[in-house]
Structures are given as C-alpha cells and as structure tokens.
C-alpha cells in the first residue's frame, strides 16, 4: 500500500483560509519551523537585544537564533558591533550563550585572537606568509533604532526598515534607552510556536479573563472590540475613552510628542505597529497600582503622564512609559517551544531600592508573561490534537492577528514557499 506524503509547505499555505487561524501543520511542523527561521529570523530584520546590554567596552552578549549564534558588543571606542560567533580557523564558537566581559575575543581551541573590532591579530604557527587581514570575524549587519538593536542575517536585508529608523528614532529619542539600566531580566520557555507568541501578543481579546494584574494599567479594548457585546453603560465607557484618545493624542502631539498610530503591517518586509498609548487608573506606569515605579525618570523625560509607547515587531513588543520600559524579544526554538526575553529598563542612575524597589518595577509583566506562557502552551497543545481546525478572528477585537496571518503567508511566498 502507498504511503500517504505529508502535504508540501506550500499546500499548507494554500489551506490558509482567509480571516481564521492557520492551518495546523503552520504550527507544529518541524519542516515549517525550518522554513520560519530561514524567511523570518534570517531574511528579515530580527530585534536581538539593547546597547545598555553592553554598556561598557568589552561587555559582550551572546544570542542564539537557530543554528547562527551572534555576539553582540562593546568595542573599545565605544561603538556597538554585531560578529558571527564563529571562529574564522576552523569554526569553533568563541564565546559561551549569555553575557561576558572579554578584552580579546581569544577561540578556546587553538587560541586565535580578535580584537573588539572583530580583527585577527593573532594566529600562532600559521606561518609567516599567512594574511590574517582576510580572516577577521565576520560582521552582521544591524542598526540600533533608539537603542533597539535590529539585526538581518541576510546580505539583501530589506529596505523598509527605514520606516521603522524614521519612526521610531523621533518617537524613543527622550526616553535614551541607548543609555538605560537593564534592571532585570527574565527568560520564559513557552511551550509553543513562536506564531503563537505573536498571535498571542497582538490581541487582548484573552486580557480581561486573564490578566488582572496588567489590566489595571492597560486598556484592554485599545486593540478592537464589538460595540454590540458591551452593555449600555460599557458602550458608553467606551465612547468616552474614544473620545478621551483623540483629546490626549492631540495633547501629547502639540507637546511635541509624536503618539497617534503608525503601522506597517501588510504589503511589507519589516512589520510593525506603535502608537501612545493610555495608562488607565492612576495613568502613569504598567505598575500594579499604575503609579511610577521609578522616581528617576527614563532619559530626558520630565512627564510621567505620556502614556504608553508601544511598539510591535515580528519578534518582539515593547512598552515605553516615563518611568520606565519593558522590552520583550521573542525567539524560536524549535516548532513547538518559544524563548521569550523581557528586560526591564530605568534611568541608568536609578537605584534599587531607593529609585526604585524591583518588585513593584517587575511583578505585572512577570505575572503577565506567566499567564501568556500558560495560554500559547494550552493554544498549541490545541493545534497538536487531530481534532483542531483553523477558526474565526474576531472582525473586532483578532483584525491584527488576521493582519499577521496574511502578512506571513505573502512573506513566504516571497521567499519561494
Ligand atoms: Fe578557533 Fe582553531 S577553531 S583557533
Ligand atoms: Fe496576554
């Protein structure tokens, strides 16, 4: 009897139906996964990390994406650069997964040796006719937007970048995150695709059932809702909070604040979306209690009442408040498990625990990132059963996710899937 083949990448593409979820191998298939790292961790430009995660000369990190590992870094003139942490003689890694200190970058193996630059200046008994000029590490391209550090694995990274660049170097200027503390840092391994993670992550739909602590600060109709399941007084709750954006939008723009939405979400290479957002409650912070938790405001900033500068990427969000910012980056590990980083940042003066206590500073988004861990495990595990078939977005409150679906299909079908 013949074997039945399991559908080709591209005919699950084409099962996706239009406006519902994606079909289930998307999700589960190592062969896809594959296909994802290579169209969207390596072809399109990925956030790996902040200048403030090295902010002396010789701090190194080191990110794993898929097979590449990067080695992100503080030269001794204080510059940023991003290398393959791949040794040049016979490719032994350099560096270990995690943040460093090193003056040299020396191979463990036989003890080549690179400058912070990523130049070769020692290769012993390679002889003297060898030109270490050609075997100096090799560099990737980034660019550090507001602090942010995008990277592209590709040598033809895509130009609409610039739309990000031009955005969101005005919008993160005040806040200088190239020069913020990271006050803590968490790593989660959510055991899920990081399509999930995403999907998961650009609606709050799921928020009011599940997270109490974050919406005390968050509004969670901000990403779309339907008019006809609120009741009476929540419509009118709602109109009046429509009503009170447009008023602050316009007030924080003739400040000199750049807030009303951006977006780049369909027909593009690099996805986003940002817009000031309202802090609801005491309004200043994603705190418990939705004051300030830091004293020491981030970079220039003097006003704690701007709102939330929210920013998507494909591998990533972020929440700038006055206070202080929560910086999540999202990085596949296989199909069905996702490493989620949150970093939270302060003014790089500001002191535990006396600026600031970490508990007050971490708590929502510690207790958010847990719910959210527990929710794509449960969406996954979903997709896994037989029983699973694509659904419905919400016309109201999923019209992003249906956004995101689309914009992932057109992108590998650009890349030959
Ligand atoms: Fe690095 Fe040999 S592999 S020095
Ligand atoms: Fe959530």
């Not at 030269?75 to 393959?84: L, Q």
């Not at 409650?281 to 300030?292: H, I, L, R």
Request: with cysteine; proline share 5%.
């Amino acid at each position: 009897m013949l074997q039945k083949l399991p559908p080709s990448v591209s005919s699950l593409l084409d099962d996706r139906i239009d406006g519902h979820s994606l079909p289930a191998g998307l999700y589960t298939r190592e062969d896809v996964f594959e296909a994802d790292l290579d169209v969207f961790f390596r072809r399109h430009w990925i956030c790996i990390g902040l200048e403030c995660d090295v902010p002396e000369a010789g701090d190194a990190v080191v990110v794993d994406v898929g097979n590449s590992s990067l080695i992100l870094l503080r030269d001794d003139d204080g510059g940023i650069r991003v290398v393959h942490n791949v040794c040049r003689h016979r490719g032994s890694r350099l560096l270990d997964a995690g943040p460093t200190i090193v003056s040299k970058l020396v191979c463990p193996y036989h003890q080549w040796t690179y400058e912070l630059s990523g130049e070769l200046s020692y290769a012993p008994h390679m002889g003297t006719d060898f030109d270490k000029s050609c075997k100096n590490l090799k560099p990737i391209a980034f660019k550090s937007i507001g602090g942010l550090i995008y990277v592209c694995l590709s040598d033809k990274p895509p130009q609409d970048i610039d739309r990000l660049e031009q955005v969101m170097a005005e919008r993160l200027a005040p806040y200088d995150i190239s020069n913020a503390k990271v006050a803590f840092q968490s790593d989660v391994i959510e055991q899920g695709n990081w399509k999930l993670t995403m999907e998961n992550n650009r609606e709050c739909y799921h928020c009011s059932a599940n997270h109490p602590e974050l919406c005390v600060s968050f509004v969670d109709l901000d990403f779309g809702f339907d008019p006809e399941s609120l009741s009476p007084e929540d419509q009118e709750t709602a109109r009046q909070h429509q009503a009170l954006y447009e008023e602050r939008t316009r007030r924080w723009e003739a400040d000199g604040y750049p807030s009303a939405a951006v977006e780049q979400l369909v027909d593009c290479a690099t996805n986003f979306r940002t817009q000031r957002l309202i802090i609801s409650g005491a309004g200043e912070s994603q705190t418990a209690d939705a004051t300030a938790a830091s004293a020491k405001l981030l970079g220039t900033m003097t006003r704690k009442d701007l709102g939330d500068m929210h920013l998507w990427g494909h591998n990533s969000w972020n929440h700038f408040m006055g206070d202080h910012a929560v910086v999540a980056i999202v990085i596949p590990l296989s199909a069905g498990r996702t490493l989620v980083r949150t970093k939270w940042l302060v003014h790089k003066d500001a002191a535990e625990g006396v600026d600031y206590d970490l508990e007050k500073l971490t708590n929502v988004w510690i207790a958010t990132t847990e719910q959210d861990a527990e929710l794509v495990a449960r969406s996954h595990a979903g997709t896994l059963d037989p029983a699973y078939e694509p659904g419905p977005y919400s016309r109201f409150s999923e019209t992003n996710l249906d956004k995101f679906a689309n914009w992932y299909i057109e992108r590998m079908r650009a890349h030959g899937y």
